[in-house]
Every structure is written in structure tokens, then in C-alpha cells.
């Protein structure tokens, strides 16, 4: 049975930072391409960052230079470190994976296992 449990979100200032971790079960970093994608009321869910099982890293044009998403293989963990937030960062966060390799971020179509998410608010 594989589980994603975002934590990590919060209400910041804009300006502020907030760390999103994703801890899977049942299923391995190290094996799957895995992603964080938000949506807000009103909004398309969006793909913000994705990192592949070679380490490849994509992030939407928005987040460049601001978010980063890393894995710690040893953990098993995924994080989403978000520095310099926005009002329009806010949304719902959630974690998925994807068994196969995406290109870039790739669509939300591709991605098998979801999280519940995590809420993030700026």
C-alpha cells in the first residue's frame, strides 16, 4: 500500500520561507519520479517542481530561483524548500510520484500516487 504525508505548510509573510517535506511509504525516492504540485480556488492544479530518478531536476517558470526540491535517498523523504514567497504561492501542496520518467515536470496525468496535501498560505 504506498502513502505520501506532506507537512511542512503554513502561514508566512511574503518574503518568508517554508520547507515541505513528503515522507512516502511503500515505495522508494530512489525508484520514482516525484513532484510537488499546488492549486488554488479558482486555479488548474499546476505542476511547481519535479525530481527524477537520475536526479533531474524541473521547476515551472514561477519558482525558478526560488523553490528547490531535493530528495534524501537514506530517509526516503522529498522536500520543497520555498524562499522569497508570494501571495500567489499560495495553494494546497501535495507530493506525487510517478513510476516511469517524466520530461520536465510532466502532467498530472503521469503521476500515479497522491498525497493529501499540505496548505501553504502567503
Known amino acids: 500500500h504506498v502513502q505520501l504525508v506532506e507537512s511542512g505548510g503554513g502561514s508566512v509573510e511574503a518574503g518568508g520561507s517554508l520547507r515541505l517535506s513528503c515522507a512516502p511509504s511503500g515505495l522508494s525516492v530512489s525508484d520514482f519520479s516525484m513532484a510537488w504540485f499546488r492549486q488554488s480556488p479558482g486555479k488548474e492544479r499546476e505542476g511547481v517542481a519535479a525530481?527524477?530518478?537520475?536526479?533531474?531536476?524541473a521547476y515551472t517558470d514561477s519558482v525558478k530561483g526560488r523553490f528547490a526540491i531535493s530528495k534524501d535517498k537514506a530517509k526516503n523523504m522529498v522536500y520543497l524548500q520555498m524562499n522569497d514567497l508570494k501571495p500567489e504561492d499560495t495553494g494546497m501542496y501535495r507530493c506525487?510520484?510517478?513510476?516511469?520518467?517524466?520530461?520536465?515536470?510532466?502532467?498530472?496525468?503521469?503521476?500515479?500516487?497522491w498525497g493529501q496535501g499540505t496548505q501553504v498560505t502567503v
Open positions: 506525487a510520484a510517478a513510476r516511469w520518467a517524466v520530461i520536465g515536470i510532466g502532467g498530472d496525468y503521469e503521476y500515479k500516487y
Open positions: 525530481i527524477r530518478r537520475d536526479d533531474l531536476t
